[in-house]
């Protein structure tokens, strides 16, 4: 289990052993990405820049281990560039081979889960998976930016404890809530989702449960897609993959 905000990041920190540069950083209105030479991982676009930058000439030409310790930046578009550069160490198809993950063309997150009677937390507004209103007991969506029918994010401390299965998005590690987040709920079984989840199997062993990212497999259609802006989703140019306990 997490004890702090920093055996979290330092777990992943600890796992990256690149010395590549990053060839380049972009975003658009939804999401940032970095990449090397190999490589390329996207992120959500997380705004907030009223703290300085650790890093004020940006993350371009910086090794990329060096500058992922940008993630733990409280400047949010630096750190959701940072979080970019991780992915790109860890979202790719090598490694994922590697570790033996694989998930079906068109899978989900939820594939494999009975949620019947759970009560279900989804911190970030996502639609959840098919079947999920209708065999859970209670679903619960908490956004820090609340549409008609959602909870603020400030009720998760009140929510998440009573919950079977909380579903995070991966961008609670930009904003540094992730931590927080799994203390409330130690009990629940935990799934930390989206672009933005760096396939770090080390995080399975701090109380996540699940890890759905995604492995970018078209390098050029991908760049065209964050730098235009382009609505929805990214995960047509990549490929999902599962982690799990």
Not at 185 to 192: E, G, S, V, W
Request: charged share 15%; proline share 7%; net charge negative.
């Amino acid at each position: 289990m997490v004890r702090s905000i920093d055996s979290l990041y330092e777990t992943l920190f600890s796992g990256l052993d690149s010395a590549s540069p990053i060839a380049m950083t972009l975003s658009g209105e939804q999401w940032c990405l970095a990449a090397t030479e190999d490589s390329l991982g996207i992120a959500m676009h997380t705004p907030g820049s009223s703290i300085a930058p650790m890093f004020p000439h940006g993350l371009d030409g910086l090794p990329l281990a060096g500058a992922s310790r940008a993630l733990m930046s409280w400047n949010m578009v630096e750190a959701s560039f940072a979080m970019a550069a991780v992915n790109a160490f860890y979202n790719t198809r090598e490694r994922m081979e590697l570790l033996g993950s694989s998930l079906p063309e068109g899978g989900h997150y939820g594939d494999g889960m009975d949620f019947t009677g759970m009560t279900v937390g989804i911190v970030g507004h996502m639609r959840g998976p098919a079947g999920l209103r209708e065999t859970a007991k209670e679903v619960y969506i908490l956004e820090r930016s609340p549409k008609p029918g959602d909870y603020p994010d400030t009720a998760c401390d009140y929510i998440l404890p009573k919950c079977d299965l909380v579903i995070i998005t991966g961008s609670s590690l930009i904003n540094k809530s992730l931590p927080h987040l799994l203390e409330l709920c130690p009990n629940a079984y935990t799934i930390l989702t989206g672009p933005s989840v760096p396939m770090c199997p080390a995080l399975l062993e701090l109380g996540i449960d699940r890890l759905a990212g995604l492995v970018v497999t078209e390098r050029e259609a991908m760049l065209r897609h964050v730098e235009g802006s382009v609505p929805g989703s990214p995960h047509h140019l990549g490929r999902a993959f599962l982690l799990s306990r």
